[in-house]
């Protein structure tokens, strides 16, 4: 099975994805940045639902578009004031700069155009997949079955890791968010101390 | 949708192809349609029902005379177009010092949330023509069930934006709070969903109600994963009245408050996309529950013929009519707890909602998680895994 | 004004202002709760008051001792028998008249039906501000039948203008005590419905159970009183302690309990509801014939004197201070409200809660505007 993509739909999302990172970068309500950021992240996993990867793109959207950029806009919306003005650039060496981001580019481009990328489901590791409702397919397609498989089989060593790593910032979570010691603990509507 | 609409558009033109674009648009089109005819019955229903729970007879007026004189429940048909007439001749008013952008961003983004939620969902399902049940449903995708919650974020993303842009304390105030209580009832909602993905072996909402048709250890009637996964039904449920902002988690809308919360600036059409998304989100969150614990458009035992011979004419598509019946039934009885619920409770307290979802329903779900993989390796080593 | 962390004096917090009211769906009346807000914690709250003040009291001075009576209606509307009857009781005690015993009889029988109404208002807007909207049909469906108990009598439905300075202005109707028993029989089982709705209610419960805590001894600094003190641990009820009318010959309990908190005086009002059923059913029986008022002249002159008399209203002791020169016109009439009080304590309690525990607190005290802002 050869991935065949719609090309208006590529080409769509490809658009909305560099619309929304330039909008992220050249915003002027910090605000709206956060929204565009949101945008990209949603276009990226259109590219990924594109490529049949039907999983990675809705986990793309639960975590990235719905957790971490919502996280960002709390930030933005708990530190700044409600209606910011303008944010100025704040670029004081901007040749320097723009040296930089084609050194970049290029070195994306070199590395994106050079490797060989796999057009085709792997098929030596996934089993034969035969869904719950009876119908027989004749290889094996991405699922998250397939997914299920290879985490546990070659990858093990990796999710464990990762999963000790989400713990491990979780606490740090809870011990940043945690009340200062030092201060009294505030009374649950209790009798009030004197004015 | 695909093979059901080609189907049968083959059935009754004769073998006509229909181009690839054709299913997408009359699946909007449905959709669309769906959404509002269901908001306003909702709606009506929401009046009677909590008329009926005040002693009162809810709307009345509205529509022909001789129905309301008939019964508390056949008047007032019309309020809710007459509503939704007079919401659009509002005045749109766009306070001066809002964000723009984000002001008229918010209400599209709840309502392309409150859409893009019915892809996966199936009503119905048929073996007309077809050795295997062909799944009603938009698009029924392999991951239904992460796609369903994946979506709910962009509800969040909506509100968030509503509240700030709204340039107003209160909205502030309400949106966050919004944020923050469907984002911390998004999770026990997921693991309370995780007990029949594991149960069924599969994400695919289509895949779920087939699976609970078959039956738990050759039993249909066991078959309804709110028999093995009771608790995580009692906590979907929970999770999916906070999700809609419903009472009596609607902190973020309490009237008595914070005027109307994230929407207070809101007027006219844009009002009106929050209203009609939530009831959508309503809806959506009960069909889901009818999907998933209920058995979907299935009963136990019961396999309608696809087509009924009612002796001088025989009406195709039975099986796919007796199936959306069944299902949209269960559904409305679902909303109808719903409203019952609503109208019963008073509100929780912010700091109480966080601790009931995180302290209490968190770790429910997973306790139902646990009793779910149990059951699920059971049936797997002793009855031959899940059914075919 | 900004809070420093001490861990981190770079990190500031900002506290902000929130107004709430005048207009507010759920502001009790025509209340401006100015809050300082730390986050979603009241920092302080500071309750701007008048935005209703009538001038009753002034008005009272230019008018006669019996047209200020309808000028007390407007005291606390939704008590209005008992407003009327703080004033008259006043002059009554001043001119030294005697009120015949029917008369005495069918006052209390006002008052109490006024506190079931009261407290009818009272549920359903409290149980509103906690969000569930249901009882406030049932509060007010059931206030509807006492209201037309109170049409029937004296034709009006919130601002009676019944009582006069030696009575009643005209006799109850022949059937009212018929279907007072009536209402009675049919509605007591109801408060049952109510508690209900409410009482084991887990949510109810985390909304009301120890917040807003009261104890006994600002209660008694501030003036707090009926059942708001009586929720606090102190047994103070005007009808017991300085007891008027017939009060003396009838049985009935008053409820005390000692948390404090905003579900005892919950439970005060609604057991309050019950003890007005058990008084009227007593009057109803003890009622006497015979005139139900002692005439006095239209324009009355009092001897020169001044009194004070108070009373127990739904929300508290209401009192009435009248100073007489000698003249057809009070010289002076002042009105103890009871909301006034509750409002000055009522600042001090929502420290460090949340927004709904303000809405809480305050419905929990049964304030009502036209009474502090007279």
Redesign the interface.
């Known amino acids: 099975m050869i991935y065949d993509p719609n090309p208006v739909a590529f080409w769509l999302l490809a658009a909305m994805v560099a619309g929304c990172a330039l909008a992220v970068v050249r915003a002027r309500?910090l605000?709206?940045a956060g929204?565009a950021l949101?945008g990209t992240l949603f276009a990226v996993a259109g590219l990924y639902g594109l490529l049949q990867a039907?999983?990675l793109a809705?986990?793309q959207?639960?975590v990235y578009?719905?957790?971490i950029?919502?996280m960002l806009?709390?930030a933005i919306?708990l530190t700044h004031h409600?209606?910011n003005p303008d944010l100025k650039s704040l670029t004081t060496q901007p040749w320097t700069a723009a040296a930089l981001c084609l050194m970049l580019l290029a070195v994306l481009l070199g590395g994106t155009l050079s490797s060989t990328w796999q057009t085709a489901p792997d098929t030596t590791l996934s089993p034969t997949w035969?869904?719950?409702?009876?119908?027989q397919v004749a290889e094996a397609v991405p699922?998250?079955?397939a997914l299920g498989f290879r985490l546990l089989d070659p990858f093990t060593l990796p999710f464990e890791m990762v999963s000790v790593l989400i713990l491990v910032s979780l606490i740090g979570a809870l011990v940043i968010a945690r009340r200062?010691p030092?201060?009294p603990e505030?009374?649950?509507?209790?009798?009030?101390k004197a004015? | 949708m695909e093979p059901i609409f080609e189907q049968f558009v083959r059935d009754l033109t004769g073998g006509f192809q229909v181009p690839f674009w054709a299913p997408m648009l009359v699946s909007l089109g449905l959709v669309l349609a769906f959404i509002a005819l269901n908001a306003m019955f909702m709606i009506w229903l929401e009046r009677k029902i909590c008329g009926r729970i005040q002693r009162r007879m809810g709307p009345m007026l509205t529509g022909p005379k001789a129905w309301a004189r008939f019964s508390m429940w056949t008047g007032g048909w019309f309020q809710t177009p007459c509503d939704s007439v007079k919401l659009l001749l509002k005045e749109d008013i766009i306070p001066a010092q809002v964000d723009r952008f984000g002001f008229m961003l918010a209400p599209v983004l709840v309502f392309m949330a409150a859409l893009a939620v019915y892809v996966p969902l199936p009503i119905s399902s048929t073996s007309y023509a077809q050795s295997a049940p062909i799944v009603v449903a938009v698009a029924d995708l392999d991951i239904g069930l992460l796609y369903v919650v994946a979506i709910t974020t962009l509800t969040i993303l909506a509100i968030l934006t509503a509240g700030w842009a709204s340039n107003n304390k209160y909205s502030l105030l309400g949106g966050m709070r919004a944020g923050v209580q469907i984002l911390s009832y998004e999770i026990p909602m997921l693991f309370a969903l995780m007990g029949p993905m594991v149960l069924a072996g599969s994400l695919s909402l289509g895949d779920l109600v087939l699976v609970q048709h078959a039956g738990l250890f050759g039993v249909p009637l066991l078959g309804w994963f709110l028999v093995p996964s009771f608790l995580g039904a009692v906590v979907y449920l929970i999770c999916a009245v906070a999700e809609t902002n419903r009472p009596p988690f609607d902190m973020p809308e309490a009237e008595q408050e914070l005027v109307a919360g994230f929407s207070t600036e809101y007027t006219a059409m844009r009002f009106a996309m929050f209203y009609l998304a939530e009831f959508s989100n309503t809806f959506v969150v009960c069909m889901i529950f009818t999907a998933v614990f209920l058995g979907g458009w299935t009963l136990p035992g019961f396999i309608p013929p696809s087509s009924l011979n009612l002796g001088f004419f025989s009406l195709p598509y039975f099986d796919l009519l007796a199936g959306m019946a069944i299902f949209f039934a269960k559904a409305y009885a679902v909303v109808l707890l719903l409203m019952w619920i609503r109208w019963t409770f008073p509100r929780l307290r912010p700091d109480h909602l966080m601790t009931f979802g995180w302290k209490f329903l968190l770790p429910l779900s997973f306790v139902n998680l646990l009793v779910c993989i149990v059951l699920a390796a059971i049936q797997q080593i002793y009855f031959g895994g899940n059914p075919g | 004004m900004m809070r420093q962390f001490p861990a981190n004096p770079d990190l500031t917090v900002e506290e902000f202002e929130l107004n709430m009211g005048p207009q507010h769906p759920s502001t009790h009346g025509v209340l401006r709760l100015v809050l300082t807000m730390d986050g979603e914690r009241v920092v302080r709250c500071k309750p701007v008051v008048g935005y209703l003040h009538r001038s009753i009291e002034k008005m009272a001075e230019n008018r006669t001792y019996t047209q200020v009576i309808p000028v007390t209606d407007r005291l606390d509307y939704c008590t209005s028998m008992t407003s009327n009857y703080v004033y008259v009781m006043a002059v009554e005690d001043l001119a030294d008249i005697t009120v015949p015993p029917r008369a005495e009889y069918i006052r209390v029988i006002m008052s109490e039906l006024n506190r079931i109404a009261s407290h009818l208002l009272w549920y359903g807007t409290f149980a509103l501000e906690v969000g569930a909207t249901t009882p406030f049909i049932y509060g007010f469906r059931d206030r509807e039948k006492v209201l037309d108990l109170f049409e029937s009598t004296c034709g009006a439905r919130l601002l009676y203008n019944y009582l006069r300075i030696g009575g009643v202005s005209r006799d109850l109707p022949e059937d009212f005590c018929e279907r007072m028993l009536a209402f009675l029989d049919e509605w007591e089982p109801l408060i049952r419905e109510y508690e209900d709705l409410l009482d084991e209610n887990p949510i109810f419960y985390n909304r009301t159970k120890k917040v807003g805590f009261l104890s006994a001894e600002k209660a008694l600094a501030y003036g707090v009183s009926g059942p708001n003190l009586r929720a606090s641990g102190m047994a103070r009820d005007v009808r017991r302690e300085h007891p008027y009318a017939v009060y003396p010959e009838l049985e009935f309990d008053v409820p005390v309990r000692t948390e404090g908190d905003v579900f005892a005086r919950y439970r005060i009002r609604m057991e309050e509801l019950r003890q007005s059923a058990r008084i009227l059913r007593q009057c109803a029986e003890k009622l006497p014939g015979g005139p139900y008022l002692e005439p006095q002249p239209l324009r009355m002159v009092l001897p020169e004197g001044e009194t004070y008399v108070h009373l127990e209203s739904p929300r508290g002791d209401i009192g009435c201070y009248l100073v007489s020169q000698g003249t057809d016109k009070p010289y002076r009439c002042k009105f103890r409200t009871p909301s006034f009080c509750h409002i000055a304590v009522f600042q001090h309690l929502v420290r460090d809660c949340l927004i709904p525990d303000i809405m809480a607190i305050c419905a929990s005290f049964d304030v009502v505007l036209p009474e502090t802002d007279r």
């Open positions: 309500k605000f709206h929204l949101v039907w999983f809705a986990v959207v639960l578009a719905g957790a950029a919502i806009l709390f919306m409600m209606m035969t869904p719950k409702c009876g119908f699922s998250v079955e200062d030092t201060l505030p009374p649950e509507g209790r009798e009030e004015p």
